[in-house]
């Protein structure tokens, strides 16, 4: 049953087929009399959709008064037993009746498939792909400024999602992907216990599936050793400054899909790239909050809220002025090791329900 309502739309084809699969069956020696049919080589559904072609209609079953009572009761009444409305105004009654109910349960079927078929184009509609308002500029390439060239459309739209509360076995069938920050995390909390970490300093989103991390293997073995019900990807610090936003995104894009080709049936969750320090980001030309900021503007119009989610632990690390809290990191840049649970306890309110 619950894999019936996670699927109402085949439910209502295997209804509407079941039903159209009746009419047929019924009308072989009435109205479909005249239609070609092997029932070696077709289904009995196949002269409905013959039928249709030719003006003959399901529904038209009933017209005829034997074909009616077949439908409707099974056969004559036997001579002494007296039957609701003898004659023609019974057989009409009946007729009515009973065209009525096919019709009734076929319009509701076919109204269903109508509605259903309306909510997927919608939704197919509100995650189509997030179009850039424009290009990196030449000057910005040549000053290493990662332009930001999404805005916050797909910050916006991500934010929709209402994310549940988890307890830790969530991370049972969990992977994380990362650099020296996801490292922290592996080392200072307790999650290594239950989750599977790929991660190293310098690590980049150019060739993290293939990078061979000491002691698990490569991220594409692992996928085809083990089931993963979630993936966690955090990477982006070590990118700014290289290419473009563009650039930048082409490579994530290419590894968020291999990702999803490789482990279908997971959630994906991109996490935003942890800002620094207020006094680095006055400081520093590359390694700067409006760059960071930037790509992840652009990483987050990944998201589609079904199989991929973005979410930002800037919420849990940052100060007022959004920068990285300067008492929780000695280098700016990274977590003090103690201040990596409030990371873990981000993750522990940013679970998907069913998952």
């Known amino acids: 049953m619950k894999y019936l309502k996670k699927c109402p739309l085949f439910l209502l084809l295997f209804v509407t087929g079941a039903l159209l699969s009746l009419a047929g069956a019924g009308g072989l020696k ?9 029932p070696l080589t077709a289904p009995v559904l196949s002269v409905v959709f013959t039928g249709i072609k030719d003006e003959i209609y399901p529904w038209q ?14 056969g004559e009444a036997s001579p002494g037993e007296q039957t609701l409305g003898e004659g023609k105004e019974g057989t009409g009654l009946r007729k009515s009746r009973t065209v009525g109910i096919f019709s009734d349960t076929l319009g509701s079927v076919i109204s269903g498939m109508e509605e259903e078929a309306k909510k997927a184009e919608e939704e197919a509609e509100k995650f189509a792909p997030i179009a850039p308002l424009r290009e990196t500029t030449r000057e910005e390439y040549l000053n290493h400024v990662s332009a930001d060239i999404y805005g916050d459309a797909g910050v916006l739209r991500a934010g929709e999602y209402a994310f ?3 307890d830790e076995s969530y991370f049972d069938d969990a992977m994380f992907i990362g650099d020296s920050r996801t490292v922290g995390l592996r080392d200072y909390t307790d999650m290594s216990e239950r989750a599977d970490f790929f991660c190293e300093t310098s690590l980049t989103i150019y060739g993290a599936l293939e990078e061979d991390f000491e002691g698990v293997g490569t ?13 966690y990807l955090m990477v982006g610090i070590n990118e700014l400054g290289r290419g473009t936003t563009e650039s930048f995104m082409e490579e994530y894009t290419k590894t968020v899909n291999t990702l999803r080709e490789l482990e279908p049936e997971a959630k994906i969750f991109i996490q935003g790239i942890m ?4 006094e680095k980001d006055e400081k520093d030309p590359i390694f700067n909050n409006s760059n960071i900021n930037a790509r992840n503007n652009a990483i987050a119009t990944l998201a589609d809220n079904k199989h991929i989610f973005y979410i930002d632990v800037n919420e849990a690390v940052c100060d007022g002025q959004g920068n990285l809290n300067s008492e929780y990191t000695f280098d700016k840049i990274h977590l003090l090791g103690a201040y990596n649970v409030l990371w873990k306890e981000f993750l522990l309110t940013h679970g998907v329900e069913g998952q």
């Open 61 to 74: 079953i009933f017209s005829g008064d034997k074909a009616l009572d077949a439908m409707a009761g099974g």
């Open 219 to 231: 991220v594409k073995e692992a996928l085809a050793q083990k089931d993963y019900g979630k993936i």
């Open 275 to 278: 800002r620094v320090a207020g």
């Open 164 to 166: 549940a509360t988890v």
């Open 30 to 38: 009435t109205i479909y009399a005249g239609q070609a049919y092997d």
